[in-house]
C-alpha cells in the first residue's frame, strides 16, 4: 500500500482500531526488509485484513488481493482500491487478478492473500485456494503463514501471530497444479499452527 491515502488513514484510524481490538502480537520480526513476501493469514472474519493493517507501520508495502464484490460497493470499492487492494474474481480463472499480483511482488510491494478465499468459521473446513503458492513460485518470493485469533469480540485481546518465511517447494521451472495445491496447503497449516490449531 505504501501511499499518502493509506499512510493518512493508518494515523487516523490505527489506534483507534487497537483500542476497540487490542492485539497479543508476535513475530513481526519474520516479515522480510529486503524483499516481498506473500502474507498468507487464516480467514475467520471482515476485521481481519483490518486488524493486519492495524498492527503493521505506516509504510509498509503492501497490496490486498479482495473479492471482486467489495469493489461493487458504493464508497467501499473506491476506498479499497485507494488502499492498494485489487479485485479477484475467486469463482473463476482470473488471469488478469494474477498478473496484478505477480506483477506486485515483481515490484518490491508485499501482497495479502487470505488462501481459504472465503471467511471460514470451523477451521480446516476449507481447503486452501492454489493461487497463492501459484503467485509466489512464479514471482520467486517466499510465502509467509500469517494467524489472526478467530474471537474478535470488542476489547477481547486478539492473537496475531506472523510466522517464518519459506520458498514453496516445486519441480521444473514454473511447477504443477498439485505442487501449487500442496504449498497453498502447508502455508495454511504453518498459519493455524501458529494459532495452536
Not at 17 to 23: A, D, K
Not at 112 to 137: Q, Y
Request: net charge positive.
Amino acid at each position: 500500500m505504501s501511499n499518502r491515502y493509506y499512510e493518512k488513514v493508518h494515523d487516523m484510524f490505527h489506534r483507534m482500531v487497537l483500542f476497540l481490538h487490542p492485539v497479543d502480537l508476535a513475530g513481526v520480526e519474520n516479515i522480510p526488509e529486503d524483499q516481498p513476501v506473500v502474507l498468507c493469514a487464516n480467514h475467520s472474519g471482515w476485521m481481519d485484513p483490518v486488524l493486519l493493517i492495524a498492527v503493521l507501520r505506516r509504510n509498509f508495502s503492501m497490496r490486498i488481493m479482495a473479492k471482486k464484490q467489495l469493489f461493487s460497493i458504493p464508497l467501499v470499492g473506491s476506498f479499497i482500491r485507494n488502499m492498494g487492494g485489487f479485485p479477484v474474481d475467486r469463482g473463476n480463472s482470473d488471469v488478469s487478478a494474477v498478473k496484478t499480483a505477480i506483477q506486485t511482488l515483481k515490484d518490491g510491494k508485499n501482497l495479502l492473500i487470505f488462501p481459504e478465499g472465503t471467511r471460514v468459521r470451523k477451521p480446516g473446513s476449507v481447503r486452501a485456494k492454489a493461487g497463492a503458492a501459484m503467485i509466489a513460485i512464479r514471482s520467486g518470493v517466499s510465502m509467509l503463514p500469517v494467524y489472526i485469533g478467530r474471537n474478535q469480540r470488542l476489547f477481547n485481546r486478539i492473537p496475531i501471530r506472523f510466522g517464518k518465511p519459506f520458498l514453496p517447494k516445486y519441480s521444473g521451472r514454473k511447477g504443477t497444479a498439485e505442487e501449487y495445491q500442496a504449498n497453498a496447503d502447508e502455508v495454511l497449516r504453518r498459519a493455524y499452527e501458529l494459532g495452536g490449531l
